[in-house]
């Protein structure tokens, strides 16, 4: 899930990736090859938006912690957490996240290992759309602002904060 998330991402840079719209969603489709993944391209149109709110809220972790605490803490973050409970701010979120850092989550990630083999998944997930370019990629400059959405270039300089080290 948190793949989807960099692909909007990367497509959007400017954006939250939380949740794409229909003109960045028709740019991604620009990036999907139906043998690319492996994965029906209309499974992951109708999936994409679900699939990048919940990397949206794995990337919270990763962005507090740096990308290993997802491997650490994927024993207990549960597909039904995420989806359903899992909030980005608010005295619950700022309470479990003062746990996690009581307990050096992002020390813990950095020093096992998990933060550079994270970082390491997440490029290696994003390598098939490293060099592919959606058509009307240099037309940026003559795009409206409501078209901002839809500026493809892929960068895949994503934001892990403490990843590497």
């Given at each position: 899930?948190?793949?989807?998330?960099?692909?909007?991402?990367?497509?959007?840079?400017?954006?939250s990736g939380k949740r794409p719209g229909?003109?960045?969603?028709?740019?991604?489709?620009?990036?999907?090859?139906?043998?690319?993944?492996?994965?029906?391209?209309?499974?992951?149109?109708?999936?994409?938006?679900?699939?990048?709110?919940?990397?949206?809220?794995?990337?919270?972790?990763?962005?507090?912690?740096g990308p290993g605490a997802l491997i650490?803490?994927?024993?207990?973050l549960t597909m039904s957490f995420i989806?359903?409970?899992?909030?980005?701010?608010?005295?619950?979120?700022?309470?479990?996240?003062?746990?996690?850092?009581?307990?050096?989550?992002?020390?813990?990630?950095?020093?096992?290992?998990?933060?550079?083999?994270?970082?390491?998944?997440?490029?290696?997930?994003?390598?098939?759309?490293?060099?592919?370019?959606?058509?009307?990629?240099?037309?940026?400059?003559?795009?409206?602002?409501?078209?901002?959405?839809?500026?493809?270039?892929?960068?895949?300089?994503?934001?892990?904060?403490?990843?590497?080290?």
């Amino acid at each position: 899930m948190l793949m989807w998330h960099d692909l909007v991402k990367a497509v959007a840079p400017g954006r939250s990736g939380k949740r794409p719209g229909n003109l960045m969603l028709e740019n991604i489709k620009g990036f999907i090859q139906p043998n690319t993944l492996g994965i029906d391209p209309e499974k992951i149109a109708s999936e994409i938006r679900r699939w990048s709110l919940i990397g949206w809220k794995l990337n919270v972790f990763c962005d507090a912690f740096g990308p290993g605490a997802l491997i650490h803490l994927g024993h207990v973050l549960t597909m039904s957490f995420i989806e359903n409970k899992f909030t980005a701010s608010g005295k619950p979120h700022d309470e479990a996240f003062a746990h996690l850092r009581s307990l050096d989550l992002g020390a813990v990630a950095k020093n096992s290992g998990a933060d550079a083999l994270g970082h390491n998944i997440r490029q290696l997930l994003m390598a098939p759309f490293e060099s592919q370019d959606a058509e009307g990629s240099d037309d940026e400059d003559e795009m409206e602002d409501s078209d901002a959405e839809a500026t493809v270039g892929l960068d895949l300089g994503m934001k892990t904060t403490g990843a590497q080290g």
